[in-house]
């Protein structure tokens, strides 16, 4: 059993099975109001599936303060249950459910672009092509930022077609690591993915009053 | 049950706080601090605490357990900040409360940080039964509030705050004007300590006789910081060298003055010879002495909780839940978030009116 949350975009939490029955869905796609729902949603997840082996975090990108509460929701829950964490870019995530409606379909799906809102006129992209023998999205770019009025001359450098997304199935993301601990990899390091330093001014001498 | 074991966090600024007591007893406050991150901005950044806080909690949670001699299992409940604070730094801990709670299957108490500097004192063992009704004076980076307390779990009154800068912000906005480091509370007062007090007459804010009728025990702090400025500034124009000592001895001691002049007039308008000081400003040996000084003059009682209990920390968190729990009050819901404006009146936060709150063995001590 796999918890997955990740808050990202939207608020999700989902419970899976190690071989990819979902067996909780839950979800807010209000982009604020991360911190109010998690718990309920925690809850209601965590108690339609039996106690979980792993919990898998989707590490953004994402504005910064929703994603912390994924992030530090699911670290702390991890450490109440004595159970590891997985790493996942949230993107993966997104991908994979691109990747698997598409193969349901019939349709071959043409090299990608995950693309969010990065807030301050950016989005974030992520490229992939293709899934490969672990069932895994293959990752042709990290995430990167890009200003709005760049990204699409950027993918069609890529020659990436561009699928913009406004949430992220939890379910994906705990997919995404069943997959990659079946396969004994590792998708994402333990930092979340910022991309961006803190947004600082650094010091600068007191203004005269006088 | 015996005395409520709770495990308590804290992230409304810049200290990562993981406090464990039993009761009124403190088994564990470990406190992760970024504040040398903050110190090449010259004060607090959201961001920066924000992801310190992050990655702190984990390290400070197994290091609270391992010094409490506890394991999550043994907790009776969690507490967490709600707020007043910084917003984003609220959240880390208010996600990480909640996933320990859903975890554990314990219930969950949203408290008032504010509330908590106060419930700080009960954890001192030697200081004896708090007496109410008390004024409290709490003073801090992040805040400056004048409360008349009857009851720590349910009657807490805001009598004034700060209109603008906390007193701990603007030690470090004067400690900037004089090229001074941060933080900038204990570099003023180590260049206060040759300077004469009396040597400049700076501004004591909102303590004019036509202030008193609105503004009684609320403070500013602004008009200080700029007159502060303005004397440097005039000064350095006529090529004078500044006089670091005065200036930080002065600026201290109007702060000081403010400070413990509104906190002694609320006693004495209320009728209430008692004066619980908290916040980490409290650090500051002058404001110490002078509040002890006037105080015993004033026949009022002035208590101190320790200083490592007046910073922020978990264990005033964890305090306050569990003399909620021993007041017999449930527990919140899950559904709250983080309130970076969250009043003093509200000491619990989205209280459970359907949930029971855990029991605590008749008699047990509190
Ligand atoms: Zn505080």
Redesign the interface.
């Known amino acids: 059993m796999i918890l997955g949350i990740d808050t990202s975009l939207g608020t999700a939490v989902a419970a899976i099975t190690r071989d990819g029955e979902v067996l909780a869905d839950e979800q807010s796609a209000n982009p604020l ?8 949603l ?2 209601r997840a ?1 108690a339609a599936a039996p106690a979980p082996a792993h919990v898998a975090i989707g590490m953004g990108p994402g504005p ?2 929703g994603l ?14 004595g159970i590891p964490v997985v790493p996942v870019p949230s993107h993966d995530g997104i991908a994979l459910g691109i990747l698997l409606a598409d193969a349901l379909t019939g349709v071959d799906t043409p090299r990608f672009a995950v693309v969010t809102d990065a807030r301050r006129r950016e989005f974030a992209y992520s490229v992939y092509d293709g899934i490969d023998d672990d069932g895994l999205p293959i990752r042709i770019t990290d995430a990167a930022l890009s200003p709005r009025d760049e990204l699409d001359q950027r993918l069609a450098d890529l020659e990436a077609a561009r699928c913009d997304a406004t949430s992220v199935s939890a379910a994906m993301i705990a997919l995404a690591a069943a997959r990659a601990l079946d396969a004994g990899r590792s998708l994402a390091g333990a930092e ?1 993915l ?1 991309l961006r330093s ?6 600068h001498p ?1 203004k ?3 | 049950m015996d005395a409520p074991l709770v495990l308590g966090i804290e992230t409304s600024c810049d200290e990562t706080g993981i406090g464990i007591v039993r009761g009124r007893q403190l088994l564990s406050n470990t406190i992760a601090s970024s504040m040398d991150e903050h110190a ?3 004060g607090v ?1 959201p ?2 605490a ?2 310190a ?2 990655e702190a ?2 390290p400070s ?2 290091a609270a357990l391992a010094e409490a001699g506890v394991t ?1 299992a043994d907790l009776d409940a969690v507490a967490v900040t709600s707020g007043p604070g910084l ?2 730094a ?15 299957d314990k219930p ?1 108490y949203a408290v008032n940080h504010l509330v908590g500097h106060i419930a700080a004192d009960i954890l001192d063992a030697e200081a004896g039964e708090l007496e109410y009704p008390t004024v409290a004076l709490l003073v801090s980076g992040g805040h400056t509030s004048l409360l008349l307390v009857r009851d720590l779990t349910s009657d807490v009154e805001l009598l004034g705050e700060t209109m603008d800068d906390a007193a701990g912000e603007a030690f470090d ?1 004067v400690a ?2 004089l090229k001074l480091p941060y933080p900038g509370g204990p570099e003023i007062d180590r260049a206060a300590a040759s300077g004469d007090p009396t040597a400049i007459r700076f501004p004591r804010g909102l303590s004019r006789a036509s202030d008193m009728a609105s503004h009684r025990y609320d403070f500013s702090f602004s008009g200080l910081k ?1 007159a502060v ?2 004397w440097v ?2 000064h350095e124009a006529a090529g004078q060298s500044v006089p670091v000592a005065d200036v930080a001895a002065s600026f201290r001691e109007a702060v000081v003055d403010v400070l413990v002049t509104k906190a002694l007039d609320a006693c004495a308008r209320h009728g209430v010879p008692r004066l619980l000081l908290g916040g980490g400003v409290i650090a500051n040996k002058r404001l110490r002495d002078v509040a002890l000084e006037r105080a015993e003059a004033a026949g009022v009682a002035v208590r101190i909780p320790p200083l490592r209990l007046c910073t922020d920390n978990g264990a005033m968190i964890a305090a306050l839940a569990a003399e909620l729990i021993s007041s017999g009050r449930p527990p919140s819901t ?5 309130d970076s404006t969250l009043p003093v009146t509200e000491i619990q936060v989205a209280e459970d009116p359907d949930a029971v709150p855990p029991a605590v063995r008749p008699g047990a001590p509190a």
Do not use: C, N, W
């Open positions: 109001g991360h911190a109010e729902v998690i718990g309920d925690l809850r965590t910064f303060t912390r509460v994924g992030i530090a929701t699911a670290r702390v829950y991890a450490l109440g249950r979340p910022y803190p947004d600082v001014v650094a010091a007191p005269r009053v006088s | 090449r901005y010259g950044v961001e920066v924000a992801r806080h992050l909690l984990q949670i197994d999550l917003a984003g609220l959240m880390v801990g208010v996600g990480a409360a909640k996933g320990l709670a859903v975890a554990l969950l906005k900037r004007l700029t400025a303005r500034e005039q899950l559904a709250f978030g983080a």
